[in-house]
């Protein structure tokens, strides 16, 4: 392969590869960016935040009861053990059981409104689960056809990174410096084809002698003005 032929076949992948990254990259933001699948996914997050903090405080709220009672049953223990013998003391641990007793009452109503907020969490996050599959569901069949179209896409950028491999060993390192130092500072063109006796990329018109000299298989001509590398199609 001479050297002019292996720049072009290079530019052709580059030029290809530049438009399906960018065809990628608006199909990507558009499936991002849709905004019925995106708000419910929002939704769901947040509501796990509050079936999180809803159980965790019914879990709290069994153990708060749990403790009680056995604080209760220990002041039970001790009041009919008959180890305490004094009217006073005696007195004392009813008192204290009746308040106990009391409190527990308070923790088992609490315990009643977390069993119950749980109950009605879970019942709303299942209805955001539904809503999720049936919003996901819509999502896949709206943009199908946008998701087949990046597969197909994702496929060529493979194929394309092997040819543009096989491009790039049939050029020295010197050449491929040049070529993508030229490329970086023209918007991505760096080999361009001539019409009618001028640069197809900048438009300028070459002199008779130059245009023959791109006809010219053997030897590599620049644009006087852009600085590309011409080759005629
Ligand atoms: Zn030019």
Known sequence: MNQIIGFIRLQQIDTRLDQVNARLNQINIMLENDQGLKQIIEQKKSFEQKVISSTKNLELSEQAVQNQLIKIQQSEANLYSGKVKNPKELQDLQTEITILKRFLSSLENKLLEAMIEVEEDQKVYEL??????????????????????????????????????????????????????????????????????????C?????????QAVKSPDQMIYCPSCGRMLYAS
């Open 128 to 201: 955001i689960c539904s809503k999720y599959i049936d919003s996901e569901h819509d999502y896949t069949s709206r943009n199908a056809v946008f998701v087949e179209e990046r597969n197909l896409y994702q496929k060529e950028l493979e194929k394309l990174a092997a040819e543009k491999k096989a491009a790039e060993n049939s050029l020295t390192s010197q050449d491929l410096f040049l070529y993508n130092k030229l490329r970086m500072k023209r918007g991505g063109i760096a080999v361009s084809t001539i019409s009618e006796g001028a640069c197809n990329s």
């Open 203 to 211: 438009g300028a018109t070459l002199t008779p002698a130059q245009e």
